[in-house]
């Protein structure tokens, strides 16, 4: 079944590596500008596992260079190594000539719900979806027009969690909660690419910073899972802020309680917008 | 002052983004050949940070593609970015015309002991390092041949504190302690990128796991700090272990408790060697 996201996040593979995109405005942090960094993840690795023949994303870190804007882009591969178990894929995301993002990710093999020797991570212990509020409503209730991508999933975030204009209560600095796209498609693993980058920066959350000028430099994402169908649980936090940087974590998890895959950014700290 | 590592990791400028090193078969994990991932990860970041007139490493990922040995070695780097705050760098790491390394990365600035405005991390509260066992010593005591890279530091590992061959006690499963050269020399921030993958993997330490065969597939440090003279604190645990892969997360503090650095790295988990 291919999905609405599946449709806008699409490929076309244009011979030597080359792979054609056409970036949708249904994606963008404003109106028509801005492309969110979670989709540009999710288009790049989808032109890069094409070109490492279908494996699935385990590893991918993306460097931001520019804005993206709705419209044509392009997505040059090199396949590196194309070993026994994994594959490593350089790519350049190109805009009107100019280079948006550069990307380098490994692919390899993976499985729903696979057995798990250790772990020592733990999924939020959060109330159920229906015990929390949706982000969509609370623009409205903040009297704040919401960015494009907030029509295009149902999110829903337990009381008391912070998620840009929703105010966190604390002592949890983190942003997240229960995510299901809006029209009921279920989610494969460049959605979950796009989902480690999809949320208000958890680093609006911590008292004294609030909502800043916060650009990602670098974000990476490790995937262990092919996400069963059914929500999504992501839950991003602030760990480290400096006067100049500041790191974030994220964990992803699918509706049966499997770590789909982790995420790590290192964004410029800026000052409020 | 320049220091053994400065030399042995030193790079030299050759025009049109090229910079040429030579690997010092002190670095090595076995006699003459592997060389050691966060050397790799420290000759390429000093010619990525000299492209970018010699702005500190901020982020850097390096995905390994194919093993190195001791002899000559080319970085050939691309400056992607040259903005006020910071510049992104690619870099090709090439030994006898094959590629063993592809790396992205982030240059700033970056002080001592920056101002912390938040911080969801904490020091390991491990005894002083007078009370620790040397690493060194665990290998004379096991009857085990140590890495060459074994000499080139002094390394004081906690007790019940694993670092292989070192047992785990458990319930703690890091590997770690304090990390100087053992001439004496200061570290520098080329120094923590090498630290970051320097020790013997943490999943060795998780039980029914034990020493596997363990290739990173890819390796981010990201940097907040330049560290300030005397130890460094190395401390680097399992989070996720599948039945394929295996992520470990680094933590690196300076002797005036300044997180100086995060590191993670994917690897496949093999079987046991």
């Known amino acids: ?50 070109a ?3 494996r699935d994303p385990v590893s991918v870190t993306m460097h931001f260079l520019a804005p993206a804007e709705p419209g044509p882009a392009r997505i040059d ?13 350089a ?11 550069r990307v380098l990710g490994a692919f390899g093999a993976l499985s729903h719900n696979p057995p798990v020797q250790f772990r020592d991570r733990t999924p939020p212990d959060w109330p159920n979806p229906d ?18 991508i907030a029509d295009r999933y149902d999110m829903r975030v337990p009381p008391g969690i912070g998620m ?7 002592p949890d600095w983190s942003s997240g909660g229960y995510f299901r796209w809006a029209d009921g498609d279920p989610a494969d693993i460049f959605d979950v690419l796009a989902a480690a980058d999809r949320i208000p920066s958890s680093v609006f959350n911590v008292p004294d910073i609030g909502a800043v000028w916060a650009p990602t430099i670098e974000l990476t994402v490790e995937i262990f899972a092919r996400p069963v169908a059914g929500h999504l649980v992501v839950r991003c936090s ?11 974590d994220g964990e992803l998890w699918d509706s049966a309680g499997a770590l789909v895959a982790v995420s790590r950014q290192i964004a410029l700290l800026g000052t409020k917008s």
């Open 1 to 50: 079944m291919e999905t609405r996201f599946a449709r806008d996040s699409a490929v076309i593979g244009a011979g030597d590596g080359r792979y054609d995109a056409s970036l949708d405005d249904g994606w963008m942090r404003e109106p028509g500008r801005l492309a969110n960094g979670g989709y540009l993840l999710a288009v790049a690795a989808r032109a890069m596992a094409a």
């Open 52 to 54: 490492a023949d279908d």
């Open 77 to 89: 591969t090199e396949v590196l190594r194309h070993g026994r178990r994994h594959s490593t894929v």
């Open 91 to 101: 790519a350049r995301f190109q805009q009107g000539g100019r280079e948006i993002a």
């Open 131 to 148: 015990a929390c509020v949706t982000w969509r409503g609370a623009f409205d209730d903040a009297g704040v027009t919401p960015p494009p």
């Open 164 to 170: 840009w204009p929703l105010p966190a209560e604390g």
């Open 238 to 248: 602030p760990r480290t802020v400096t006067d100049r940087y500041f790191e974030e």
